[in-house]
């Protein structure tokens, strides 16, 4: 599979999940690298992350965000055994963008990538997510559509130019 587009599927509560992230998750610069060890902030990318990750005690954890990686197994399931990195909602303002890259190799420890546009297409100009050699379909970028490739696909984010543009962005791993 290098690319699957799936017209609103985003559960509504995942969607609302993400948007609310906007106002109660601080937002850090991007990075790049091939590790953790490795990221570091580049010219490649320009845009701001909010991690919405579940961290300490399992008792502890927001219910919006347990149910947000719960569904987002649940969706992955036809893929395989699998889980979500550490969710992203990515955020890109005016002149922000992320140049060709790959998540990937598709056969290390990344298995899919995963990415759902939030914003409405009237919220934003330029921004548009590209893919080498692969047209996607105009509703892949509706808020509640999902995007599933192969992390080895050279993709980038265009420029915005005016306007915000959020998306979800999470890789998936084997178990």
Not at 11 to 23: A, F, G, H, M, P
Request: overall charge neutral.
């Amino acid at each position: 599979m290098k690319v699957a587009v799936y017209k609103d599927a985003l559960d509504i509560e995942v969607y609302r999940t993400c948007i609310n992230s906007l106002k109660t998750h601080i937002s850090i610069p991007g990075v790049v690298g091939d590790s953790l060890q490795n990221a570091r902030q580049d010219d490649a990318r320009k845009a701001d992350v909010r991690f919405l990750r579940r961290t300490g005690n399992p008792d502890s954890w927001s219910r919006p965000l347990t149910e947000l990686h719960g569904w987002l197994s649940k969706f992955m399931e036809p893929y395989g055994d699998l889980v979500p990195e550490t969710v992203n909602v990515i955020t890109y303002k005016e002149g922000s963008y992320y140049h060709w890259h790959r998540d990937g190799s598709g056969t290390g420890y990344r298995k899919f990538s995963f990415i759902s546009v939030l914003s409405p297409k009237d919220h934003y100009e330029g921004g548009e997510l590209e893919f080498d050699g692969i047209e996607l379909p105009e509703y892949a970028f509706d808020p509640l559509s999902i995007i599933v490739f192969n992390p080895s696909i050279k993709h980038r984010v265009k420029p915005v130019t005016a306007g915000v543009r959020h998306s979800l962005v999470t890789w998936f791993l084997e178990k």
